[in-house]
């Protein structure tokens, strides 16, 4: 039976989802039930990862470290891992203090065309012993020849794992097929996939990744993510049992667990609202959806248009900062119309 | 040769130099007396060469030869050697403008501090993005002594920023973080690059985010307007996107540089306005020495 | 074009084009940048983005890099004197700048004529290696750069193996490192890698293109490839000498087949993806020499010099599955039609 690595980032995609207002009590109860349940590896941080609370991407109710500090407490068994984007965090100012605060493992990301700015945090993190994963954001952007080729630059910079982050909800199985099996098929590490919601394809697309040979899949209690959301972790344990992959989670507890993060972590339960499909269509990172909704309301403007301009442009994650533009812009034409 | 003119020497015939190069061939204060290298069949070599320029490929041996060719040296190698070129200038007594991370010298940016500056015998170009955000920083820094928090981001040309960019985005972070917080006194500073593939080349864009308890908006826009007119006299492509707008509890001002397009491609602003930063402080340099008043 | 000389390249082109030039319209109002653009592959790209401005309007402008500029003028006189026509003269390895509205590259630099490559190796070598450097070097600092076609070769697979029917580009093996036949084969795998280089350091858009042989007005005569002597050979009146095993397997695409192909390719290919371009269909060097005889009435002897070496018996015919259906590409003058033409041009220009 073919085992399957499942990571849990609900107290980090999920981030997103509360304007990174994640307390220390909801850090402490979602991370007991985690563990409980035996999800092997928690991700907890800022929604843009390790040095991410800004006001471009919006701030943190709390300082990475602490954040880090109480989910070390709570978790026993399960890893805790972060996630870091070059540009946004350093080695000396994040990564260093995370590690020495017992983080086991680390997610480094880039976009998917810029696969080398992450050498020298991959290389900080296996020269101190950690997990070290690679992640490709953004990935439906581009060719999955070119992400076998970014995937390979992560291989070579140490990375035991690559993760392709459907960051803006935009795969259909299909292009999980190809962009996954290309991976799976010449790399000589596991492949992972982390899907969002934003055309209901969350848990399908999972379903395709293992199909294609992916090892590693991302789920977040309730799908508790970016925009729409990620994978619901407890139907993707369920589904993953059916077709007989291990995952070592206990599926009753991981579905408690996911109870336990409604109540304590969601004011309201992620849905498809009608911007997330656009949002998927246009292939805006997930991330942006809540900017989005304020500057549109601020601006009077209909957030669909928003996003449209913002795919035109071509985006990247950590380009929050042209939302405003964007909307700025939006609104002198209309009144000049 | 003008006796007026300052003379200056380039170590360095990568992008960075090159690009400098064609800049001091315009400029009416500097005379580009040799354009140092290590290979004499690199691109830079070849184009320098095919402007008759005078050119040689063995490094700081060639300016510690002959230092009476040389009142200035910029030095567009890397941090590593300038580690190395510093203090054998600085015994030369021949002014060095460091374009390298290397930062012995004193930071400058042209808007901000150029004059003080001229009495250092070292002076550090800081970073790209510090070029760019520092002078706005900067003008609110002088509207309001108790900024709490500025943060800069700057987006660039994937294809623009080079192996050394890339391996260096810690180093970048930090220095432009220094940058801000000394030159705009704002009690915390953050900044943040982001690089951007998208086809055909985006230009550079930097925003300012600041946080300020009350912020005069009147003023700020005045201050900004100023700086940034400052800036356009040695950086033609710098632009204000959006001005100085209040929203959401913080104060957001954008700006973009468009490269001059002389060696390097224009939507590469960000190796444009540290060459261009360069060449000002050269020419002040130029200007002081030889009594030049501008009119 | 009333010139005896172009009127088999007009119906060349208008076959070509046929009814749908908007196949190209990525080029209207572009500028095309060949390097060897005086070459086989660069007269035959200008002849085909001539035709299409024209009588389509594409306003694409032409800038023809070549060493050999001055002979030009009486290869293709047509072209030479055309306002949309630029040629420039220079040695692709002093190349530093190209001009900044170039939006489309096509790296055709290198000599094929496999004579060269054993008499000025270093030359040869030094051509592609520094001179794609050099070209792929300024293409990095161009603003508006849309794609670059790097011409490589079907050589670089190193030889086929005699099982396998068509090589695809998938095929690893390469040249012999110790052969002095192996100069011009991993000079250009060299490049290919290089280009690889570029376009991950740069994000270059590159695709690379692996050519096999050709056939078709422009190429001369005196090339020492078989179809072109045994044309040569029954032109002079014969006889047509085989030399080598006459059971070696040859393919040849038509050059205006080539043109399509290239163009398209540097339109629509994907950077990073390597494209096969020839003929898939084989033929051996006897019915070859049969088929260009099968041309005159008065039928010229073809002799064979039997060489007892099996080892000299050699397949080179490419699997053109790739570029068929990503790119909907066709063969659309067959070999016995390739001749004709190529023979008819010939006969025109007076050999």
């Not at chain 2, 925003?207 to 800036?231: H, R």
């Not at chain 3, 010229?300 to 039997?306: A, M």
Request: glycine share 8%.
């Amino acid at each position: 039976m073919k085992n399957i690595l499942i990571t849990d980032p609900t107290l980090r995609d999920g981030s997103h989802a509360v304007g990174h207002q994640i307390s220390a009590a909801q850090i402490a109860a979602y991370c007991k039930a985690a563990d409980a349940a035996g999800i092997p590896i928690v991700e907890v941080g800022h929604g843009n990862g390790m040095g991410a609370s800004s006001l471009q991407v919006g701030l943190s109710l709390l300082e990475d470290g602490e954040m880090l500090k109480i989910a070390r407490e709570n978790l026993t068994t399960s890893k805790l891992e972060i996630f870091v984007l070059p540009g946004f965090a350093t080695i000396n100012k994040d990564l260093k203090p995370a590690l020495e605060a017992g983080v086991d493992a680390v997610r480094v990301a880039a976009h998917c065309t810029e696969a080398d700015i992450t050498e020298r945090h991959i290389s900080f993190v296996r020269e101190k012993g950690k997990l070290a994963y690679g992640c490709l954001m953004m990935t439906h952007m581009v060719s999955k020849e070119t992400l076998l080729e970014e995937a390979r630059k992560m291989e070579s910079y140490g990375a035991q794992g690559v993760i392709l982050m459907d960051s803006a909800g935009a795969y259909l199985p299909q292009d999980v097929k190809e962009k996954v099996g290309i991976l799976a098929e010449h790399l000589n590490v596991p492949v992972g996939f982390h899907a969002h919601n934003n055309l209901s394809m969350a848990v399908a697309n999972s379903v395709a990744a293992v199909e294609a040979g992916a090892s590693i899949l991302d789920g977040t209690a309730k799908g508790f993510g970016a925009g729409a959301g990620n994978t619901p972790i407890e139907i993707l344990v369920a589904v993953l049992e059916k077709m007989g992959y291990s995952t070592g989670i206990d599926l009753y507890k991981v579905l408690d667990a996911s109870d336990v993060a409604e109540k304590e972590l969601m004011k309201v339960l992620p849905s498809i609202k009608p911007i997330s499909v656009i949002s998927g269509l246009a292939g805006v990172f997930a991330g942006f959806s809540k900017h989005v909704e304020r500057v549109a309301t601020e601006y009077k403007l209909d957030p669909r248009d928003i996003f449209f301009e913002l795919g035109k442009r071509k985006v990247v994650a950590g380009q929050e900062d042209l939302i405003v533009e964007v909307a700025i812009q939006l609104s002198q034409k209309r009144k000049t119309q | 040769m003008d006796s007026k003119k300052l003379k200056v020497a380039i170590l360095g015939s990568g992008f960075i130099g090159t690009d400098l190069l064609i800049k001091i061939l315009r400029s009416k204060y500097l005379d580009c007396t040799l354009f140092v290298g290590r290979n004499l069949q690199s691109s830079g070599m070849s184009k320098a060469v095919s402007l008759g320029v005078a050119v040689s490929d063995r490094s700081i041996e060639a300016i510690a030869e002959n230092p009476k060719n040389f009142e200035l040296v910029f030095d567009a190698t890397s941090a590593h050697f300038h580690q190395i070129h510093a203090p054998i200038l600085k015994k030369l007594g021949i002014i060095a403008i460091d374009m390298t991370p290397a930062q012995v010298g004193g930071m400058c940016i042209p808007a901000v501090n150029l004059k003080e500056c001229l009495d250092k015998d070292n002076v550090n170009m800081v970073t790209c993005g510090g070029q760019a955000s520092t002078p706005i920083a900067y003008a609110i820094g002088q509207v309001h002594k108790d900024v709490d928090y500025i943060e800069v981001i700057s987006t660039i040309a994937s294809r623009s920023a080079g192996p050394a960019t890339r391996a260096n985005m810690d180093e970048y972070i930090e220095t432009t973080e220094k940058a801000v917080k000394v030159f705009s006194g704002a009690k915390k500073t953050k900044a943040v690059l982001v690089l951007n593939p998208a086809q055909p080349c985006i230009n550079m864009q930097t925003t300012v985010f600041a946080k300020i308890s009350k912020p005069d908006m009147v003023a700020i826009n005045i201050a900004v307007d100023d700086i940034v007119k400052k800036m356009q006299k040695y950086v033609p492509g710098y632009s204000l996107v959006i001005s100085p707008t209040y929203e959401n509890n913080r104060v957001i001002t954008m700006v973009r540089v468009q490269g001059a397009g002389d060696y390097l491609p224009s939507y590469a602003g960000n190796l444009d306005i540290i060459n261009c930063a360069a060449i000002a402080t050269a020419e002040e340099y130029a200007k002081r020495k030889y009594g030049i008043q501008e009119y | 074009m009333t010139n005896p000389m172009t009127h088999v390249l007009l119906k060349d082109c208008i076959e070509a084009i046929g009814n749908s030039p908007e196949r190209f319209n990525a080029l209207k109002n572009e500028t095309v940048f060949i390097s060897g653009g005086t070459g086989f592959v660069g007269t035959w790209i200008a002849e085909m983005l001539a035709y299409l401005n024209d009588h389509y309007a594409f306003n694409t402008k032409m800038i023809l890099l070549s060493e050999h500029a001055f002979s030009f003028s009486s290869k293709a006189p047509h072209l030479a004197t055309r306002k949309d026509v630029a040629i420039v003269e220079k040695d692709v390895r002093n190349l530093i700048e190209l001009p900044r509205e170039v939006t489309y590259i096509i790296h055709a630099a290198a000599n094929p004529d496999n004579r060269q490559h054993s008499s000025d190796p270093l030359k040869v070598m030094d051509v592609i290696s520094r001179g794609t450097g050099a070209v792929l070097n300024a293409a990095s600092r161009l603003p508006n750069i849309k794609n670059i076609l790097n011409i490589s070769s079907g050589l670089i697979y190193g030889p086929q193996p005699q099982d396998m029917e068509c090589i695809p580009e998938t095929a690893h093996g390469g040249p012999d490192c110790d052969s002095i036949l192996s100069i011009y084969s991993e000079a250009k795998r060299y490049a290919e890698t290089l280009c690889t280089a570029y376009r991950n350091q740069f994000k270059l858009p590159i695709v690379t293109v692996r050519p096999f042989a050709f056939i078709g007005p422009y190429q001369l005569l005196d090339k020492p490839w078989a179809i072109n002597n045994f044309i040569r050979d029954s032109l002079l009146g014969g006889p047509i000498r085989i030399l080598g095993d006459e059971n070696t397997v040859r393919s040849y695409m038509y050059a205006s087949d080539m043109a399509v192909w290239l163009l398209t390719i540097l339109i629509n290919g994907k950077p990073g993806q390597s494209y096969n371009v020839g003929s898939p269909n084989g033929i051996s060097l006897k019915q070859l020499a049969e088929c260009i005889a099968s041309h005159f009435p008065a039928t010229p002897e073809i002799v064979h010099v039997p060489v007892n070496k099996a080892a000299l018996k050699s397949r080179f015919v490419p699997d053109v599955a790739l570029a068929q259906k990503s790119l909907a590409l066709t063969i659309t003058v067959n070999i016995n039609e390739a001749i004709k033409r190529t023979m008819m041009w010939h006969k025109d220009r007076g050999i």
